[in-house]
């Protein structure tokens, strides 16, 4: 099944997509509409919201998974004029519901900008993007809603770096999207050196349905938006889905049965093989098991795929997306890449397996950002779960890795539904 939609359990109407048996969006992009859900209405009491944020157990959708109220609190807690960025800018390629609900749901992630604004006391918001079609979506519903905050959008180059939040920053303030060197975190020293939220855009819109919706906290704080991708079966699905679901349902439901491995997090959350299909869908458990859900994005290997090739294509892609800024990250992509790359050949000993082990380990955490980072898990967890695979492909090369490898990340690539 493809497209978007809403799974979560009978009778309960989707959150911010439509269930599978609502017809249109619910609230929708039409300001009437938003309005008539009980969309903008006044905050007379933000320290009550953060309150129901925190005690849902609100957690952030950009990637990190990092409790919303934390952040919130941090910021409103710091000295001076302070800054919100709804940050809509998804810099992994199999991720699509940033740009999905800035397209089809600007109110909601507006409506959620103005009320974080007013639990933080921000004087100032800015919406951060690279999608000209979500541009104009945000633009036409600043026009309906004329908020009392100031709202400035920023467009941004779509780079897997974009979105990072020090990245966010430098952007809004005129320079280069790039990240910088932490500390300081934004929330200390942000946009013009004021101390700013940078929240993504799915975080956002879950607040405006908790305020609206307020007897549904803690289904709106236990459910994710997804983008389910892979094996060349038919489109991408952009699926909401509870907190604890198990993967394999979601492969099922969209199409993806025969697949026998995973990678989670677009690029971030690593390679799963056997046991894939017991992992349920939260931080938590993921982390545990040594993957990652990141932003959300997972895409499925089917019977034909070789997860050696992926994990080519994988670092490849995050070594021609490297900032350049930290030599480590350059050189460590770079021979990652080399060393994939030979073993997908055949050509590779097990001394090259030794040295990729060993990046996978040193490398983590090196980086300005958590590009290095996922490019080490993606070997980590090649290493960790097909061991047999790599083993086999320093003996003689698969059908799958004969052709030239792919450099450009198109086999991860995800269009908008
Ligand atoms: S780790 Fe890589 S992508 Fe991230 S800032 Fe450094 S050079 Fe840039």
Redesign the pocket.
Known sequence: MTGVFSLLPEGRTGLLVPSLSEAGLPGGEDIDGYLAEGGYAPLVAPDRLLGRIAAAGLRGRGGAGFPAAVKLRTVRDAPGPRVIVANGEEGEPGSVKDRWLLRHRPHVVLDGLRLAAAVTGAGRGFVYLSDAEAERAVRRALAESAPELRIDVVRTEHTY?AGEETAVVRRVDGGPA??TAKPPRPFESGVGGAPTLVANVETLARIAVMYSRPDEADAVAGTHLVTLSGGGEGDAALVEVPVGAHLKVLADVCGHGRAEAVLLGGLFGGLYGEGWTDLPLDHDSLNAAGAALGCGALHFLHPDDCPVAVAVEAAAYLGAQ?????GV??SGTGAMTKALSAVASGEASHDTVAKLHRWSQQLPGR???A??DAAARVVATLLAHFPDAVDAHCRSVCPACAGPAPEDGRRFTVTVP
């Open positions: 770096v790039l990240p490297s900032a350049r800024q930290c990250c350059l980086g300005a950002c590009l290095l």
